[in-house]
């Protein structure tokens, strides 16, 4: 039987800034907006909508991860692994709690996303939240798991990027705008950034286990250099926002995070080596989310 702490390390806390950043981004954006309007910011109504975006976005990354966990376990994938620890393939949980554990806490994203829902009257968006439940789960479950064909960044640059951040906003204000698309657009390549660091460490073995991520698919050197995009292109995006709001360029204060991380993909580390990447990544979108966010609220 797994213990806590397996459970802990089998939802992949290192992910997790996938699930927070969005909703920062977005957050950011909304109060930003709301301030433009008569009556300026009304906090009673963003911080409960903000909370519940939050509660839906760590659900799913969580489900997801556990799906994961439990759909490469399964198959093999996960036997012969370099990476952070899995519940399913190092038998540590029979594979039925695993996959109890994902589905427990996908539904949970859905209760909370119906709530908001609900809360902000924005139905029309169930069918948004009923597509990112089952991308979650198809990520790597079902017959033609859509991460082995090499479409698992494409699906979180679209549901932990551009879904997540405008969906965020929209449930708080339903004011779209050109400066919540280059924050979903930049929150969407950070946490590919995540991803791709996985898939690079996992060529060798995934490439045996016949996952042919997009990691696979381009190859060692491709990947490294649209792991640097990834990097660096979000801070390009933000420069219009600066240019219209100054105090946006906070942001900027968040780029030598990806220092690190870039330098070690650079130089051609693998397998454990990549490791560290994964957190400094999680840790670079985080940061940005939350400077961006400030920078937005210094507007008022």
């Given amino acids: 039987m797994a213990s806590l702490s397996q459970w802990v390390q089998g939802a992949r806390p290192r992910t997790l800034p996938a699930a927070f950043a969005p909703v920062a981004a977005g957050t950011g954006v909304a109060i930003w907006q709301l301030a433009q309007q008569p009556g300026g910011v009304d906090w009673a109504l963003v911080v409960p909508r903000a ?15 556990y799906a994961n966990d439990y759909s490469d376990g399964i198959r093999g994938t996960d ?7 899995r519940l399913t393939g190092s038998r540590a949980a029979a594979p039925k709690t695993v996959k109890a554990a994902a589905i427990g806490a996908l539904a949970a994203g859905a209760l909370f996303g119906i709530v908001l829902i609900a809360l902000a009257q924005i139905w029309l968006t169930l069918l948004v939240g009923a597509a990112a439940v089952a991308a979650a789960w198809f990520y790597t479950g079902g017959k033609k798991p859509y991460g082995y064909l090499g479409l698992g960044e494409l699906f979180v640059f679209v549901f932990f990027g551009l879904v997540a951040v405008n969906l965020t906003a929209y449930a708080i204000t339903p004011h779209p705008n050109w400066v919540a698309l280059l924050a979903s657009i930049a929150i969407g390549l950070l946490a590919v950034a995540i991803m791709l660091t996985n898939n690079l460490r996992d060529i060798p073995t995934d490439s045996i286990a016949g996952k042919h991520t997009l990691a696979v698919r381009l190859g060692d050197r491709r990947t490294r250099a649209l792991f640097a995009v990834t990097q660096l292109a979000p801070f390009v995006l933000m420069v219009p926002v600066m240019v219209v709001q100054w105090p946006v360029v906070v942001v900027l204060l968040a780029l030598p995070l990806a220092i690190s991380p870039l330098r070690i993909v650079l130089r051609g580390a693998g397998g454990r080596d990549l490791i560290p990447v994964l957190g400094a990544s999680g840790r670079l979108e985080l940061v940005f989310s939350l400077l961006l966010l400030l920078g937005l609220c210094l507007c008022l």
């Fill in 79 to 85: 036997d012969d692994r370099v990476g952070p620890f």
């Fill in 51 to 65: 909370l519940l975006a939050l509660a839906v976005a760590l659900c799913l990354q969580i489900g997801v991860n």
